[in-house]
């Protein structure tokens, strides 16, 4: 039977109150698609994977959800796969499904800002429109996809930039590929994704990578721990277009040169990383050895790290690796001729790695 499979991992989709007033995750599968609103016209299966809320997810809980998308789509009756999602690391989960997606069926991630229990709880319509994504022939071949609040956004470059409010996620450097209105789908950009990393990208287990801010006053003494605590790869959330100082700028020579891969994000909410000053600027640390990631920011950069480390131990094959993948998005913007859609962001450009398609809609009967 041709369907659509909904993976349920728990988040605020799934909460509800717990004697003090805590959300918890607690509403299954089932629970979460008796709430769908309307009339799909596509058969849904609803599939347990986790029930947590995300903030507690480890690498080999992400692993986990990306091979049961994987197992999923072993079906050929499937048509795609929804993910349920926690919103605090979604953008790091669909990322590392992106990673290794070699399907032109797509997997898509959502969730919920407000809870199941909320009367005016976001959950259901999110869950509506991922599933009518999910099922519609014109999003194959954009690999995975976020929906949320009626907008789709490809897997990269996406994060979640409001704590609260439904519209929670935007990807700054591009914007939306399609929105959802009134059940119906209209696509208006393609991604041409990069090749997909292979299986044992998802071996995640003994691999460290963790994030360092940078900022006034900063020291090498979070860098010299995480190093010290087993870390084979480190992203530093830099200032600027990139920047820190002179002891960061020591401390990156001195771990690259002992084999930790150094990646250089930003704090700035979009615009890429860029060599621009010395000091302990961008320059000194590019010439240090650290990579930049271009408009990845730290969570997604941190998770293209693991994934890369985990199918390769040489930090200079996985230095060079990582800095393919990001020269390859380094443009990660869109390019959307359909006025419905809105005007894009003022910081977008042309990117020969979009490709405009037409817009024909997928729509349900609600």
Do not use: W
């Not at 600027?281 to 950069?301: C, F, H, K, N, W």
Request: glycine fraction near 10%; charge should be negative.
């Amino acid at each position: 039977m041709r369907r659509v499979v909904v993976l349920s991992t728990g988040g605020t989709i799934a909460s509800r109150p717990d004697s003090r007033g805590a959300a918890i995750a607690a509403d299954d599968a089932n629970a979460l698609l008796a709430q769908l609103p309307g009339d799909l016209r596509v058969p849904v299966e609803g599939v347990d994977v986790l029930r947590v809320g995300s903030y507690l997810l480890t690498p080999g809980d992400m692993a986990e959800i990306v091979r049961s998308a994987h197992e999923a789509l072993a079906d050929p009756d499937v048509l795609g796969v929804v993910v349920t999602h926690g919103t605090d690391a979604l953008e790091e989960t669909a990322f590392l499904a992106d990673l290794v997606h070699h399907d032109r069926r797509p997997v898509v991630f959502t969730g919920a800002q407000r809870a199941a229990s909320a009367g005016d709880t976001d959950g259901p319509r999110n869950l509506a429109d991922a599933i009518t994504v999910a099922a519609c022939p014109e999003a194959a071949g954009h690999g995975v996809l976020i929906v949320f609040d009626g907008q789709v956004f490809a897997a990269r470059g996406t994060r979640k930039t409001h704590t609260l409010a439904p519209a929670a996620f935007s990807a700054p450097d591009g914007g939306p590929l399609g929105r959802v209105r009134n059940g119906s789908v209209r696509m208006a950009a393609r991604l041409l994704r990069s090749a997909p990393l292979g299986p044992e990208a998802l071996d995640l287990d003994g691999v460290r990578v963790d994030i360092v801010a940078s900022y006034p006053g900063t020291d090498a003494t979070a860098l010299d721990a995480v190093a010290a605590a087993g870390a084979r790869g480190v992203v530093l959330e830099a200032t600027g277009a990139g920047n820190a100082n002179p002891a960061v700028r020591a401390a990156i020579a001195r771990l690259t040169g002992e084999g930790v891969v150094v990646a250089l994000s930003t704090r700035v909410h979009a615009g890429p990383v860029t060599a621009l000053y010395g000091g302990g600027g961008g320059v000194d640390l590019i010439e240090a050895g650290a990579v930049p990631v271009g408009t990845l920011r730290s969570p997604q950069a941190r998770v293209l790290l693991l994934a890369l480390l985990a199918r390769d131990r040489d930090p200079r094959r996985v230095a060079a690796a990582l800095r393919r993948m990001a020269e390859a998005g380094a443009a990660d913007t869109e390019v959307d001729t359909d006025t419905d859609h809105g005007p894009r962001p003022a910081s977008a450009s042309t990117d020969p790695a979009r490709t405009v398609m037409s817009a024909r809609p997928c729509e349900r009967k609600n």
